[in-house]
């Protein structure tokens, strides 16, 4: 398992050459790319930042979680911090397991809960000039410090 | 003497670093929650819109009614957009 934030263009297939291995007959690659409009915005580019060290802390507790619930190790996550074009991604999770099922699942808790709970922030910019703070929650906050 | 207050170096993200700073240092009374942080800081947003954050201490998520120590690591984490 490995997990960072990092200030430079990704390499998906990297990352699925470091999770396969000739023990698991499944890899999964899921690319988050920046995507040219948001509730019916055109958008231009993202700025995404991070509190980094905890961040990286936050996606190696889900990447472990996922590990103890899908029984695999083979996951490896990158999220980028910086400014953004559309098209170019913003996070690569990598995940193999001996099983197709397994290794989906894995992923896509990973991401799931990324989204939820990992402090990173995008800011999105518009084709009209304007830039706003993104949320992925509609304003709610992390269920555990829920008041 | 035991003093009766402590500042605390705040880390803030986002709107809320647009809004006061990267970074601010916030006096409180010793024993003081989280809660009783996001109120001195809420106060000096004069106003502005700022959505609803939680806090961070040491790098965890915090619940309102926790106490700040005096050297812990504090952030304020507006809602997430990672991903």
């Known amino acids: 398992m490995r997990v960072a934030i990092v200030d430079h263009p990704l390499d998906p297939t990297a ?6 291995d000739v023990a698991t007959g499944a890899s999964t690659l899921f690319v988050g790319t920046v995507r040219r409009t948001n509730l019916g915005r055109p958008v231009t580019g993202i700025d995404y930042s991070a509190y ?33 074009a559309l098209g170019e991604a913003s996070i690569v999770i990598a995940v193999a397991h001996e099983r197709r099922a397994a290794a989906m699942d894995a992923q896509r808790y990973v991401i799931e809960e990324i989204k939820k709970r990992v402090p990173v922030w995008k800011r999105e910019h518009y084709a009209d000039g304007t830039r706003e703070w993104v949320d992925n929650l509609g304003g709610s906050v992390p269920a555990e410090v829920a008041p | 003497m035991t003093p009766s207050s402590v500042t605390h ?3 803030l993200f986002a709107s809320w670093s647009d809004a006061l700073g990267p970074q601010v240092e916030v006096e409180l009374p010793v024993g003081a929650s989280v809660a009783d942080l996001l109120a ?32 812990d690591e504090v952030a304020i984490i507006p809602p997430v957009a990672g991903g």
Request: glycine share 4%; proline share 7%; hydrophobic share 50%.
């Open chain 1, 52 to 84: 980094a060290p905890m961040a990286e802390r936050e996606m190696a507790t889900i990447c472990k979680e996922a590990m103890a619930q899908f029984a695999t190790d083979r996951i490896v996550v990158e999220h980028r911090v910086g400014t953004l």
């Open chain 2, 40 to 71: 001195s800081l809420s106060a000096r947003t004069d106003g502005r819109p700022l959505p609803k954050p939680v806090v961070a201490l040491n790098q965890r998520y915090a619940r309102p009614a926790d106490v700040i120590a005096a050297g």
């Open chain 2, 9 to 11: 170096r705040v880390l």
């Open chain 1, 15 to 20: 990352l699925l050459a470091e999770v396969a």
